[in-house]
């Protein structure tokens, strides 16, 4: 079993920035590869970036790509993303979720998920 939780949201003007963090606890975390995904009001649940165990390997939504990055600390047991010149369209619920599959962008292929923290970028 494992937890998740995730903190760092806020409200940030566009063109702003934000770091959220996810922080694990219960498990192996430099094992396993983490992904964030965010849910707009009336909106599916949508990829946004996942790292692998060792952070070697990262992969991105086009809709994020150049303007966040994802790393995490393992001796922390803790994943960031650092989210920069947002816009009002990036307003969501962000969760981050664990598993086992590197460059997964299906919500099903990630077993355990955080509650979410709440991102609003006002224009």
């Known amino acids: 079993q494992v937890q998740l939780v995730e903190s760092g949201g806020g409200l940030v003007q566009a063109g702003g920035s934000l770091r959220l963090s996810c922080t694990a606890s219960g498990r192996t975390f430099s094992s396993y590869a983490v992904g964030w995904f965010r849910q707009a009001p009336g909106k599916g649940r949508e990829f946004v970036a996942t790292i692998s165990g060792s952070g070697a390997t990262t992969y991105y939504a086009d809709s994020v790509k150049g303007r966040s990055t994802i790393s995490r600390d393992n001796a922390k047991n803790t994943v960031y993303l650092q989210m920069n010149s947002l816009k009002p369209e990036d307003t969501a619920v962000y969760y981050c979720?664990?598993?086992?599959?590197?460059?997964?962008?299906?919500?099903?292929?990630?077993?355990?998920w955080g509650q979410g923290t709440q991102v609003t970028v006002s224009s």
């Open positions: 979720a664990t598993g086992a599959v590197i460059r997964a962008t299906m919500p099903s292929d990630y077993p355990y």
